[in-house]
């Protein structure tokens, strides 16, 4: 059970941090940088959340497999260094903020990198925590991808650990109740700590200006 928290932790906060990141800096490039093919960009990303994962799954292990990268650490955070949903949740935000401010900060010389990350990234803070909830709980509830591309003991993750404690003919209720709760503690604790801002991020998310 320790072997399956540290992994998860390690996959949960990996993608997070990653995927909250590239999803930010996609968003707010799609929502306030002018370039050609910005449109065509923005719906082949956004035609990427109906594709379902059991479509491409079968490829992703095949390719991973040819890398090495099964049973790695590596092999579970890539792939997942950016959502599609992110992307769109951040760019609803950017851009319903007022064109005014980032024209002010042009004004003063500010180049984007400052204007994104001293202007836009401190009023995004609410959508950014809620986008980081949203990641914590797809990662660390997350069963059918660990159990795919880990097929070594020591590397599953918690939910992955606990769907194969439950046997064909014995289940082994003690630890899979444990595990279940040990699970459904770091998110809700981050949850009670976070609430105002992921409330506050939701409303927020569909604003325009």
């Known amino acids: 059970m320790t072997r399956y928290i540290i992994n998860t932790v390690i996959y949960a906060v990996g993608v997070c941090a990653i995927s909250v990141t590239f999803d930010s800096f996609t968003g707010y490039a799609l929502a306030r940088m002018h370039f050609r093919g910005r449109t065509f960009f923005y719906y082949v990303i956004m035609v990427t959340m109906f594709i379902p994962f059991a479509i491409t799954m079968i490829p992703?292990?095949?390719?991973?497999?040819?890398?090495?990268?099964?049973?790695?650490?590596a092999g579970?955070?890539?792939?997942?260094?950016?959502?599609?949903?992110?992307?769109f949740m951040m760019?609803?935000?950017?851009?319903?903020?007022?064109?005014?401010?980032?024209e002010a900060a042009r004004l003063d010389g500010l180049n984007e990198f400052q204007i994104y990350f001293r202007i836009m990234l401190p009023l995004a803070k609410p959508q950014l925590i809620t986008l980081t909830i949203f990641s914590l709980m797809g990662s660390w509830n997350d069963l059918l991808y660990p159990m795919l591309m880990t097929t070594d003991q020591s590397m599953r993750t918690l939910a992955a650990g606990l769907a194969l404690i439950g046997g064909q003919h014995i289940t082994y209720y003690g630890p899979v109740m444990a595990g279940t709760i040990i699970s459904m503690l770091p998110l809700f604790i981050i949850y009670m700590f976070a609430q105002k801002y992921f409330i506050q991020g939701s409303a927020m998310s569909g604003m325009k200006e």
Request: proline share 5%; glycine share 8%; aromatic share 16%.
């Open 60 to 73: 992703l292990f095949m390719e991973l497999s040819k890398f090495g990268m099964i049973n790695t650490y």
């Open 76 to 87: 579970l955070i890539i792939p997942h260094a950016t959502t599609a949903f992110g992307i």
């Open 91 to 102: 760019r609803s935000f950017f851009v319903g903020l007022p064109e005014d401010l980032a």
